[in-house]
């Protein structure tokens, strides 16, 4: 194997692989990217057995050939070359890099234990490239971590018709996204529980490329638990988590509302980040509504406290509410819009955060419900 290619395609293409790799493989090949060569076209690829990443880029190839090598280290290697064309060969049981006057020597691993890709799903329909991964962007923020509740640490997919529904929760907040695409079979009907993590890096992957993304779903038969994303010269593979079970969510979101509440997403981000200074990481931030406006809160009276005031407008009967600091900054992050609207049902119950537009009139599609602390005071 022997090419040359333009250093930032390589260092993309490497990157972008090398990123779904696991940190601790159960056999050395998993941690290996593998490059292969053939009719002028470079296939970079990397495989953890629930993971498949692979992208292919343009090279002036004079051998084809494939060779195996540690995809963070080729990844390292590859982000800090100069500007210059890359000239690789695979020389024994040895990777040569060179750029420029800088030469890397990496040894490789044996191509044949390597294991074979998965094949990608049949293909269920496209989605623009920019809306799937501003929405994955907004829901996946609401995914669990705790592995030891695997369900909540994935975003649902609901595809039905002509409408693509995403959904996450941890417990302590959910956030729903609603979008158009372009479905396969206008009758579709399917759900899949994709790990959010994997989600978001393909969706930020595959947004910058523009364009459409082909979202493959097996509906039984071969392929079924796996998932597939294909954008560009780009395309992935995810095994599914077990969503049999997942919680009828919607529910949780109130049908009527008592008090509603219209704020500055950039001023009350702001003024949460400052007031929560002063708080314990478990500690509530506490907003309090009235006709007045709105005063953010935080310690207690044998600690240090804050407090500050800012404008919002405000209707219904006056309501002090405590939230996680970093949750509530993170739905109003994601919202965006410059203004949000708050829904509560009272200061037990979870409050809703909505975007509005510029009159004031929420936008739908989105909506990030969250858990109330209860505190006294």
């Known amino acids: 194997m022997k090419f040359r290619v333009e250093r930032d395609a390589l260092a993309d293409a490497v990157a972008w692989t090398a990123k779904s790799l696991p940190n601790r493989p159960s056999v050395p090949v998993l941690a290996g990217a593998m490059l292969r060569v053939t009719d002028g076209a470079l296939q970079v690829s990397g495989f953890d057995y629930e993971v498949s990443s692979q992208v292919t880029v343009d090279v002036q190839g004079d051998a084809d050939g494939a060779a195996l090598v540690s995809g963070r280290l080729l990844a390292e290697i590859t982000k800090s070359l100069p500007a210059k064309p890359v000239d690789i060969a695979a020389v024994g049981a040895h990777l040569e890099l060179v750029c420029g006057s800088a030469r890397f020597t990496l040894p490789t691993m044996p191509v044949e234990d390597y294991p074979t890709l998965p094949e990608m799903p049949a293909s269920a329909g496209t989605v623009d490239a920019p809306v799937f991964a501003a929405a994955v962007a907004q829901v996946a923020v609401a995914a669990g971590r705790d592995e030891t509740l695997p369900m909540m640490t994935?975003?649902?997919?609901?595809?039905?018709?002509?409408?693509?529904?995403?959904?996450?929760?941890?417990?302590?907040?959910?956030?729903?996204?609603?979008?158009?695409?372009?479905?396969?079979?206008?009758?579709i009907s399917l759900n899949a529980l994709v790990p959010a993590r994997t989600l978001a890096d393909t969706a930020k992957t595959l947004g910058p490329?523009?364009?459409?993304?082909?979202?493959?779903?097996a509906q039984g038969g071969a392929g079924e638990g796996m998932i597939g994303f294909a954008g560009?010269?780009?395309?992935?593979?995810?095994?599914?988590?077990?969503?049999?079970?997942?919680?009828?969510?919607?529910?949780?979101?109130?049908?009527?509302?008592?008090?509603?509440?219209?704020?500055?997403?950039?001023?009350?981000?702001?003024?949460v980040r400052r007031v929560a200074l002063v708080a314990e990481r478990t500690t509530p931030v506490l907003l309090s509504f009235n006709s007045d406006g709105l005063v953010v809160e935080a310690g207690n009276t044998e600690e240090a406290r804050a407090s500050e005031a800012m404008e919002a407008t405000f209707t219904g009967e006056a309501l002090t509410i405590g939230f996680n600091p970093q949750y509530l900054i993170d739905g109003l992050q994601n919202l965006?819009?410059?203004?949000?609207?708050?829904?509560?049902?009272?200061?037990?119950?979870?409050?809703?955060?909505?975007?509005?537009?510029?009159?004031?009139?929420?936008?739908p599609g989105y909506r990030y419900l969250i858990m109330p602390i209860r505190v006294t005071r």
Not at 162 to 180: G, N, Q, S, V, W
Not at 209 to 217: N, P, S
Request: net charge negative.
């Open 336 to 363: 965006q819009s410059a203004t949000a609207v708050f829904t509560f049902v009272d200061a037990f119950k979870p409050a809703v955060i909505a975007p509005a537009d510029d009159d004031g009139q929420i936008i």
């Open 232 to 271: 560009g010269t780009r395309r992935t593979t995810s095994r599914l988590l077990d969503g049999a079970n997942y919680p009828p969510v919607r529910s949780l979101f109130p049908t009527s509302h008592n008090a509603e509440a219209r704020v500055s997403v950039a001023t009350l981000v702001e003024v």
């Open 209 to 217: 490329i523009g364009g459409a993304v082909t979202i493959a779903l």
């Open 154 to 187: 994935g975003v649902r997919l609901e595809l039905n018709g002509p409408a693509l529904a995403m959904l996450a929760t941890d417990r302590y907040r959910l956030a729903i996204r609603e979008i158009d695409w372009q479905p396969g079979d206008s009758d």
